[in-house]
C-alpha cells in the first residue's frame, strides 16, 4: 500500500504525450480515500504512468506500453542518451565568472521572488548576502549554520534585517542589571558565578569564597575597560557569541586575562509583551551573524525563513561552483531544442525517450507562464521563436509574458541545481517505467 500526494513528474508526463497514448484505463478501481489522502492498492505487475501531469496506476502494468508496442527498457535508454546531451548542452551554456557582490546579488534576487513578494524579495536579498559574505573565509568552506536565523513576531515582514552579532531569546539574568550597554566588553566562560546548594545538601565550606574569588578576578579584568554585561546563555549560543564579538570561551579562571574578551559595539535588552530578548550587535568582522524576520503571524515568519534558507543555499551554491545558468526557463528551452537536433542520431525506438526528455523539460517554462496569468502555449511558441531566430538563451518575462535575455536583466539559477536535476529525475523516471521488473526480481529473490 503507498500513499501519494499530488506528485508531479514531467518525464512521465510527457511519455503518453510524445507516443500519442491515451490515459491509462482502469486506474479508477485502484483508488481510495482514506484520512485525507489517496491510498493505491498494489497488487503485481502495476504500471505508474502520467497521463496528467499526477501519477496514477492502471489496473494491469503491461496495458500502456503493450498498446505502444513498446517495451520500458527501450524508453530508459532514451531517457540516458538524452541526459549525456543535455549534461553536455549544460556545460557549454553556463556561464564563469568571478561571483562579486553584483552577481551574488541577482542570484539571491532570482531565488527569492519565487517565494515572496518583490517588494520583499529585495528586502530579504541584500540581507542574505551581506550575511553569507559576513562568515565566508578566504579558501574555506562556507557554513550555512553559522547564519541563525531568529523570528520575532513583530511589526511587518518588510522590517527583516541583519543584525551583525547575535540576539538571544531571553533577557538579563537580574533585573537590576544595566539594560543598555555601549562599548561593551564580553566575557564568554562556562563557569558558574553562583552559590547553590548540591542536590544532597552538603555542606561545601569553601562555596562561598570561591565564588567570591572568582568574582574578585573578574573585577581586577575589567577595572581599566569601560563596561561588562552578563547574560545566561543556551549551548550553541556559547560558541555562536565568540565567533560573533571575538575573544576566548573559557572552562575555568585560571588563564583569564583581556586578551579572553570579545567586544561588541552595543548590547541592550528588548520587551515586547512578555518575551524579552538581548541584541548583540556592532561587533567587528562577525563570523556569526542572525537574520531576525519579522511578521505578524506564525504563516509569514514560517515563510520568510524557508525563502531564507533558499536563498542562502542559493548564494553559497554560486559561490562553490563558480559559475550560474541563466533562469526563466531559458536553459530549459535551448535544451529541449539541441535534443530535437540530436534525436535523429539516436538510433531505433529510443528516439521516443529522447522526444519525451525534451517535452519534460518545456514543463517548466509552460509552468512559469501559467502561474503568472499568461497562455502557457502561445508564451512557449514566442519564447522558442524567439530563440531559433537569435540563437540566445531566452525565458520567460513574467511581467509580461514575452520573451527575454535572463542573463542580460541578471536572472541566474545555480549550475549545480541543473546538474542534479537532470540526473536525480532521470533515475526516478526510469525506476517507474522499470517498476515491473524490480518487483519481478524481488519475487523471484523471495522465492529463492
Given amino acids: 500500500m503507498l500513499s501519494l500526494r499530488r506528485t508531479k513528474l514531467p518525464a512521465c508526463a510527457a511519455l503518453p504525450r510524445a507516443l500519442g497514448s491515451s490515459n491509462p484505463k482502469g486506474s479508477a478501481d485502484c483508488f481510495s480515500e482514506g484520512r485525507g489522502h489517496t491510498v493505491v492498492h498494489f497488487c503485481p505487475l502495476n504500471r505508474l504512468v502520467s497521463g496528467a501531469g ?72 541584500e540581507a542574505v548576502v551581506d550575511s553569507i559574505l559576513a562568515i565566508k573565509k578566504q579558501d574555506e568552506p562556507i557554513d550555512l549554520f553559522m547564519v541563525e536565523i531568529m523570528e520575532m513576531k513583530h511589526k511587518s515582514e518588510t522590517d527583516t534585517s541583519l543584525i551583525r552579532g547575535l540576539v538571544l531569546d531571553h533577557g538579563a539574568r537580574h533585573p537590576d542589571m544595566k539594560k543598555r550597554v555601549e562599548d561593551a566588553y564580553i566575557l564568554t566562560c562556562n563557569v558558574s558565578l553562583e552559590y547553590e546548594k548540591t542536590p544532597l545538601q552538603m555542606e561545601w565550606r ?41 575573544g576566548v570561551a573559557l572552562n575555568s579562571f585560571d588563564d583569564l586575562n583581556p586578551d579572553c574578551l570579545g567586544h561588541a559595539g552595543l548590547v541592550y535588552e528588548y520587551t515586547l509583551g512578555e518575551e524579552k530578548f538581548t541584541f548583540i550587535e556592532k561587533c567587528n568582522n562577525p563570523r ?73 523539460l518545456l514543463i517548466i517554462p509552460k509552468v512559469l507562464a501559467q502561474n503568472s496569468g499568461f497562455d502557457l502555449q502561445e508564451t512557449l511558441v514566442k519564447v522558442q521563436a524567439e530563440h531559433s531566430e537569435s540563437g540566445q538563451l531566452v525565458g520567460v518575462d513574467l511581467n509580461t509574458g514575452e520573451p527575454m535575455v535572463a542573463a542580460e536583466v541578471g536572472i541566474w539559477d545555480n ?18 517505467l522499470l517498476v515491473d521488473e524490480i518487483m519481478r526480481a524481488g519475487m523471484s529473490s523471495l522465492k529463492g
Fill in 206 to 246: 569553601g562555596g562561598a569564597a570561591c565564588i567570591l574569588d572568582r568574582f574578585l578576578k573578574i573585577i581586577n579584568l575589567f577595572k581599566h575597560n569601560k563596561a561588562t554585561y552578563r547574560s545566561p546563555l543556551k549551548h550553541f549560543q556559547y560558541f555562536r557569541l565568540t565567533l560573533a564579538c571575538g
Fill in 288 to 360: 556569526s551573524v542572525t537574520l531576525l524576520v519579522k511578521g505578524p503571524n506564525k504563516h509569514t515568519l514560517t515563510q520568510i525563513k524557508d525563502a531564507i534558507r533558499d536563498g542562502l543555499r542559493a548564494v553559497k551554491n554560486a559561490i562553490d561552483d563558480g559559475c550560474v545558468v541563466p533562469g526563466a526557463g531559458a536553459v530549459e528551452v535551448a535544451m529541449a531544442e539541441a535534443l530535437i537536433k540530436y534525436k535523429p542520431s539516436v538510433k531505433g525506438r529510443a528516439q521516443l525517450g529522447v522526444q519525451a526528455f525534451a517535452d519534460a
Fill in 415 to 432: 549550475y549545480c541545481v541543473k546538474k542534479q536535476l537532470l540526473h536525480s529525475c532521470t533515475v526516478i523516471a526510469t525506476n517507474i
Fill in 54 to 125: 499526477d501519477i496514477k496506476l492502471t489496473k494491469d502494468g503491461n496495458v500502456l506500453l503493450h498498446e505502444m508496442g513498446l517495451h520500458p527498457r527501450i524508453i530508459t535508454e532514451g531517457f540516458e542518451a538524452a541526459k549525456e546531451k543535455a549534461l553536455q548542452f549544460l556545460e557549454q551554456v553556463k556561464v564563469s565568472k568571478e561571483m562579486d557582490i553584483e552577481t551574488l546579488i541577482d542570484v539571491a534576487r532570482t531565488s527569492l521572488r519565487t517565494k515572496v513578494h518583490a517588494e520583499l524579495a529585495d528586502v530579504l536579498t
